[in-house]
């Protein structure tokens, strides 16, 4: 917390993070070779990088599900160093929402359902506020109509869509997307993309959003890039200015920028 007089500590702030796998085998290897990141409040930033860049690492550090091997983490001011893993369980599930590439929605539940499990864990039953917040983030992502229906029933991007409206239900002020369309085609792959922009804008979320593709890379506003482990670029991108060779609108966040129309 920041008392009066003082700026805000940044939401995320690394320094020269490391992290080596196997320590102390004859396969020991470091892939991240000290990463120095600050993420302000309300950021919309891509991470982009080759494969085995150290992507998914970096954001599993910053996610607290790995710890990293040396260097420092300040989470919204709080060390993350000095945390044991109860303390890092209550921070994660207090800050951070996450989606990945494979939604990891439960098949035998609704949409509804799977939106309400994060509080079903926590409080050991839904009460009624909670199941109206994750009808409202349903509805808020497209889903109005699907709210009922099991995963299988709901095509990739929806099934995308269900995942986005779980992580925000406790809105965390940081949301965490390892490659969340990398298993949709361009259609549902923009889908997915506009409502991550349309919940950055309505709820002030920050995201980080790991992505081998180019295109969504360049609609948000910051890029940070991995090449070996180690950033090899961090700036923002110029989401503005025109760009004639993209068959893809300039993202306005605008209701008309999604493409189901809704
Ligand atoms: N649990 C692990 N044990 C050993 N090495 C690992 C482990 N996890 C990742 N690595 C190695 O760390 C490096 C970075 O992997 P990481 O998964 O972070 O890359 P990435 O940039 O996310 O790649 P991709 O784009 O393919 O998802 C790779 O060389 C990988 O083999
Ligand atoms: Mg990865």
């Given amino acids: 917390m920041s008392t009066s007089g003082t700026p805000p ?3 995320i702030d690394l320094a020269d993070v490391r992290k080596s796998y196997n320590m102390g085998l004859s396969n020991e290897a470091e892939v991240l ?13 891509a991470l982009i990088g080759p494969s085995g860049s150290g992507k998914s690492t970096l954001l599993n550090i910053v996610g607290l599900l790995e710890r990293m091997t040396s260097g420092s983490y300040h989470i919204g001011g709080t060390a993350v160093n000095a945390l044991d893993d109860k303390a890092l369980t209550l921070l994660r599930r207090d800050t951070l929402g996450f ?3 494979f939604h ?14 994060p509080g079903l864990i926590r409080e050991g039953h839904v009460s009624r506020q909670q199941r109206e917040r994750a009808r409202e983030l349903l509805a808020a992502v497209g889903l109005a109509n699907a709210m009922d229906k099991r995963p299988s029933e709901l095509s990739g991007g929806m099934q995308q869509r269900v995942a986005i409206a779980r992580a925000l239900v406790f809105d965390p002020p ?12 361009t259609a549902s792959s923009d889908e997915v993309f506009v409502e991550l922009r349309r919940m950055h804008k309505e709820r002030g979320t920050s995201f980080i959003i790991v992505t081998h593709d180019p295109r ?17 670029r961090d700036e923002a991108t110029a989401r503005t200015a025109p760009d004639p060779g993209s068959p893809v609108p300039a993202p306005t966040d605008t209701p008309a ?4 129309g809704h």
């Fill in 9 to 11: 500590a940044a939401l």
């Fill in 33 to 45: 070779h000290g990463i120095t990141l600050q993420v302000a409040r309300g950021e919309f930033l």
């Fill in 99 to 101: 989606v990945f590439q």
């Fill in 104 to 117: 990891h929605l439960l098949p035998a539940f609704s949409a509804l359902e799977n939106v309400t499990m």
């Fill in 174 to 185: 940081l949301v965490l997307a390892d490659e969340p369309t990398g298993n949709l085609d």
């Fill in 216 to 232: 969504l890379a360049a609609r948000c506003d910051r890029l940070v890039e991995l090449v070996d482990g180690k950033i090899a």
């Fill in 257 to 260: 920028d999604r493409p189901d």
